[in-house]
Nanobody, 125 residues
Framework: QVQLVESGGGLVQAGGSLRLSCAASGRTDRTYHMGWFRRAPGKEREFVAGINWSGGSTTYADAVKGRFTISRDDAKNSVYLQMNSLKPEDTAVYHC??????????????????WGQGTQVTVSS
């Protein structure tokens, strides 16, 4: 079992920045693909960013490409999402997820096995 806890959300003005953190505990001796997802008001959960087990590959949703950066620090059992140039449409509950399957990194919600509780990000205009 892996437990994930997000932090770093908050209220920020359009154009500002936030850094989200995801701390993992439990069975962290193995590697996982990690992803960030978000659920905006009135919308379904959507993929934001992903990083593979080694940290050597990342992928981003088109809506955040060039503005968000995902990274991992396995020594700290943590994953991060640096969010720059934030827009009101980025407002959502953000949550991290871990994929225990040793396969290709996925953008699908169904591929992930462990989920954090989420942290609220609100961007004002």
């Amino acid at each position: 079992q892996v437990q994930l806890v997000e932090s770093g959300g908050g209220l920020v003005q359009a154009g500002g920045s936030l850094r989200l953190s995801c701390a993992a505990s439990g069975r962290t001796d193995r590697t996982y693909h990690m992803g960030w997802f978000r659920r905006a008001p009135g919308k379904e959960r959507e993929f934001v960013a992903g990083i593979n087990w080694s940290g050597g590959s990342t992928t981003y949703a088109d809506a955040v490409k060039g503005r968000f950066t995902i990274s991992r620090d396995d020594a700290k059992n943590s994953v991060y999402l640096q969010m720059n140039s934030l827009k009101p449409e980025d407002t959502a509950v953000y949550h991290c997820a871990a994929d225990k399957v040793l396969g290709p990194m996925s953008m699908s919600v169904a591929a992930y096995d462990y989920w954090g509780q989420g942290t609220q990000v609100t961007v004002s205009s």
